[in-house]
């Protein structure tokens, strides 16, 4: 018998619990050629800003030990390019799709929200409050418990839409940002952003990316990201997409394990391209093999 | 359309200091590629080193289903790539990014690399010499032991002018200086270039200086090789407007006179 794979994250519904990590998939498109994209639970998009921003220096990535650290800075066309050029395409998608939202302030997460709410194709949004790679906003906001819940309160009064909010790794309880930002409204949470890092050319001595510090990604991450999910399970009773460093179906248990409704696959489709449907067609072989009728049976299993 | 497959490697061999040429097979890569276009590629199976690496497509075979590659070794990828034998299995994707703008059958073009950067060039002689094109190289490196594909350009027919920095062969100074002296390369209908930065941000000024159409071929840092990521952007000027480029999808070929160089 085939075991049931589907998940909801906070009214987003979702076929099976696979899907992408925002700024590591473009807008979906990118992979066409490689992968059937519907197949997947859904699609998580490049984090949008109100305005179109350029991003920062390069260069923006560079590869460490089983990792990569990258600062991009956000560069995305505006939520207005978006709705126009992209919604119509996820609109004509089988698969859900969640666009990642960051402002400068809590004003802007507002407008942004209300601007995407009721957009064909549009299913649910993905709040960014931990990106370390820009100046003002990002991990700011998800770095102080009040900060977290004044912004998911303010995505939450701007739109209909399903609100998952992301949170960082760079604090010192994540369990206390995520209380925060249950008590604010969130309906689901994503655990976690990427590490704060940098690397230094020790030939040039200078910092190696044009932006000095950067977010860790990739396998050399994801013993923090189970902890994190771990954590984040113990605290809070909301559903969580887990991710940081999956490349793999057993990595994705381990996350769904910990405490993970769903798994997003970030770095690891640049080095595979069909990463995102080995990882399924992995987690749907365990279970399978361990005749698991519902995927739901193992969220949080390590815990009991 | 873009490929993923794993090929299997039928030549590997050293040809200069550092620099080896590499033959896989990979008919559907081979069918698909145009010259200027990139392979992006697992140099080991592991999760150190852990993405791919970019490498031009230096020449195809297309009857016999090859796709030949020629790199230097500069770190732990290229390294890695170099220790392959024959019969090894290597996962490679492509073609990717956008080639070269071919000129009107006939025409007199130019084409100026620097040193690793013949490898893309070699494929791009190739097609312009079945266009029955008239093909001046100038071709540089450091020094004789290090100057690449020359044989290869004659033999497909092309004029070749060499300049090595120790003027152990041919002029002695840079690609541009030696350019400086020569005036074929102003009356082409298209100058293609590769190599170090600097040599393409000065070649591209005498392009404009001169009034010449010119292509260059950009490197940034890479992650995805498709266009998502956002790693490998490049600053470019097109109407007054300078916007991000991205060098795997949007490149790496650009027009010489919309780079902003930094
Ligand atoms: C479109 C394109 C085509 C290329 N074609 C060729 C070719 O035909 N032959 C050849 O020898 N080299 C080519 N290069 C450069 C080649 O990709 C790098 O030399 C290689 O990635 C170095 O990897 P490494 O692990 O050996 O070195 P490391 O220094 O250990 O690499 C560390 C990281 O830096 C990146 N990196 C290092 N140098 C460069 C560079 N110059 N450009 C982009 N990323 C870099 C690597 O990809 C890697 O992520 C090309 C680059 C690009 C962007
Ligand atoms: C190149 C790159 C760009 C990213 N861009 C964003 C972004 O725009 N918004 C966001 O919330 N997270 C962004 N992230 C973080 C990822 O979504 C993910 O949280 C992180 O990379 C950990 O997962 P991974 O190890 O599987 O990549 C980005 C990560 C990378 C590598
Ligand atoms: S390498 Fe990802 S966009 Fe170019």
Known sequence: MKPNLAVTI?????????????GTFGFGREYGPYIDINRLGAIVVKGTTLEPREGNATPRLVETPAGILNSIGLQNPGADYLVEHYAPYFATLQTRVIVNISGNTVEEYARLAAKLDGVPGIA???????????????????SHPATAAQVTKAVKQATALPVIVKLSPNVTDIGEIARAVEAAGADGLSVMNTLLGMAIDVRKRKPVLGNIMGGLSGPAVKPVAVRAVWQVYRAVKLPIIGMGGITTAEDALEFILAGATAVAVGTANFVNPRATLDVLEGIEAYLVENSITDIKELVGAAHR | MSKVLDAKVMAVLPVAPETYYMELEAPEIARLAVPGQFVHVRCSNSQDPLLRRPISIHMVSRPKGILALLFRVVGKGTELLAQKQIGDVINVMGPLGRGFTLPLPGSRVAVAAGGIGAAPLVFLVQ???????????YLGARDKKNLLCDGQFVQMGAEVVIATDDGSLGFKG???????????WRRTAMTYVCGPKGMMKEISAMLAEADVPGEVTLEEHMGCGVGACLSCTVKIAHHGQITNKRVCADGPVFPSWQVVWD
């Not at chain 1, 649910?124 to 700011?140: D, F, R, T, W």
Request: charge should be positive; charged fraction near 20%.
């Open chain 1, 10 to 22: 906070g009214g987003v519904n979702m076929k099976n619990p696979v899907t992408t990590a925002s």
């Open chain 1, 124 to 142: 649910g949004l993905e709040v960014n409050i931990s990106c370390p790679n820009v100046k003002k906003g990002g991990m700011a906001f998800g």
């Open chain 2, 127 to 137: 097609e312009l010499a079945n266009m029955k094109c008239q093909v001046t190289v």
């Open chain 2, 174 to 184: 840079t690609v541009p200086e030696m350019m400086r002296r020569h005036n074929d």
